[in-house]
């Protein structure tokens, strides 16, 4: 019964996805960023939709449960402060721009190796990202329908290739309206139950209140401050929410947009949290992790299993969706080098730029599926994965924008490798990542313990701030680069 609820609501999305495809007409402006021409309910719920994943969701709730509040709502409040801070500082500015892909940037910025080597950085961390969703869907599967692991993990590809692969960003914004509307109403319906079986109380020392989770080293504040910073810094540099602030039709309308997302992201991650507190008595502290499935497989009536699971499967979907979209665009347009859309809209034909992404699709969800296969986690692979982009990216995106006549390239490349190193040095000599165990890449040693943790996210991006305004500094001042703005793309070729 539970599979055939949430199978209905799968059954919807696809059908949504794949009628709005047929505005894509076989062009790649309409593929890739949906002809910028998002409106705002529309551009807020892509925007959502990348943010309240499975790994916000079902991450955020294992931690919560095992740590106290702040170890999980880190997770969806660190990804609401970062639309926040994108809304104020950049959404308009980068949507004024009219590029396609977020490495677009770093190429009219620093030139082109940046922009590949940024590309190649952002490929291999929303990889990771992905991999968070699929472990969402293969617990899920195997949980409740009885299937292994991996072909939970393959259910879900299919899924979301079955619409993305046709309709891209078009698809990406209606299914996320129909997703984040499921999302909205499975978490407060699963909080309000909670409330009336369970109540709302935590245990002590863990609750939203309990501020020692963010000042005190012994319960965990500097992996606490770690996952704020990473996500409500180290996502701006995101391809899939850029990708959804080119997409709308103004740029008012991507700065508002961002604005709406970080409020929803926010309510529903802590919603998922205050659940997770709620139930650990009654779940005992041995519980069967993901909590969530073991909460609903227990204790809760159908409706509400269906409900929720629903609502999992939507975010997780939702997220992959925009992040297949995403790499395969920068591995074309932006490694491969592939940039002019060719024939316009309306021809009765595919343009090349549209099918070389097409085509790329797979091999991106195939080594994203290799990640979820490796390494089963939720929230931590989110947290990784914007770690990455924190150490290497940040700097020289920032720079570009409100330091420009010190934004060379000399200063973009050394932050980036410098912020590389420390960061990738310090995550393999660490035995714990974000408070879980180091079982993707781990050297034993005696010089960093688990007390470590967290402090590598601060270190590889200081380390990467130095290194550009040293160069910065040492390097002649430059002309700031006149930025592409939409109304010139006809004389530029996108």
Do not use: K
Request: net charge neutral; proline share 4%; glycine share 10%.
């Amino acid at each position: 019964m539970i599979i055939l609820g949430v199978a209905v609501g799968v059954v919807l999305v696809v059908a949504v996805g794949l009628v709005v495809a047929r505005r894509v007409d076989g062009d790649s402006t309409n593929f890739l960023v949906a002809g910028r021409s998002l409106m705002l309910p529309l551009s807020a719920a892509g925007l959502m939709g990348q943010a309240v994943d499975s790994n916000a969701t079902l991450g955020n709730m294992d931690l919560s449960f095992s740590l106290g509040f702040w170890a999980g709502a880190s997770l969806p409040l660190g990804l609401s402060l970062c639309l926040l801070i994108t809304g104020i500082f950049f959404a308009a500015r980068m949507n004024a721009m009219g590029l396609f892909t977020l490495p677009d940037f770093y190429r009219q910025i620093y030139g082109r190796g940046v922009e590949v080597t940024a590309s190649v950085l952002m490929i291999a961390s929303f990889c990771i990202l992905l991999a968070g969703n699929l472990v969402a869907g293969g617990y899920l599967f195997e949980r409740f329908l009885g299937t292994s692991y991996t072909g939970g993990v393959l259910v879900i590809v299919g899924v979301v290739l079955a619409y993305t692969i046709t309709g891209g960003m078009f698809s990406d914004a209606y299914t996320a309206l129909v997703q984040m509307v499921i999302t909205v109403v499975g978490s407060v319906s699963l909080l309000v139950w909670t409330a009336l079986h369970f109540g709302l109380s935590a245990a002590p020392g863990t609750g939203p209140f309990d501020l020692e989770q963010l000042t005190s080293a012994s319960a965990g504040a500097p992996i606490n401050w770690a996952t704020l910073i990473s996500l409500g810094i180290g996502d701006i540099v995101a391809i899939d929410f850029m990708q959804r602030i080119f997409s709308a039709r103004s740029p008012r309308t991507a700065r508002n947009a961002c604005f709406t997302g970080a409020v929803l992201t926010a309510a529903v991650g802590i919603c998922y949290a205050l659940v997770a507190l709620a139930v650990g008595t009654v779940l005992g502290p041995d519980a069967e992790t993901p909590i969530l499935f073991t909460l609903l497989g227990r204790f809760a009536p159908v409706w509400l299993a269906i409900l929720v699971l629903s609502a999992i499967v939507a975010a997780s979907c939702s997220t992959a969706n925009g992040v297949i979209l995403g790499t395969a665009s920068v591995a074309v347009r932006n490694i491969r080098g592939l940039r002019d859309p060719g024939i316009g809209t309306g021809s009765g034909r595919t343009d090349p730029l549209l099918r070389a992404v097409r085509a790329t699709m797979l091999p991106m969800v195939l080594l994203a599926v290799l990640i979820a296969l490796r390494v089963p986690q939720t929230g931590i692979l989110l947290t990784l994965a914007f770690d990455l982009l924190l150490a290497c990216l940040l700097v020289p995106f920032v720079a570009g924008h409100w330091w420009p006549r010190r934004a060379t390239a000399a200063a973009a490349v050394t932050a980036i490798v410098v912020g590389l190193v420390v960061r990738l040095t310090l995550f393999v000599l660490t035995p714990t990542i974000f408070g879980a165990e180091n079982t993707l890449l781990y050297v034993p040693n005696d010089l960093v313990g688990a007390g470590f943790d967290g402090y590598p996210t601060f270190l590889g991006f200081a380390a990467s701030l130095l290194a550009f305004v040293v160069v910065a500094l040492l390097r002649p001042a430059r002309e700031p680069v006149v930025l592409t703005r939409r109304e010139d793309l006809a004389t530029v070729g996108g």
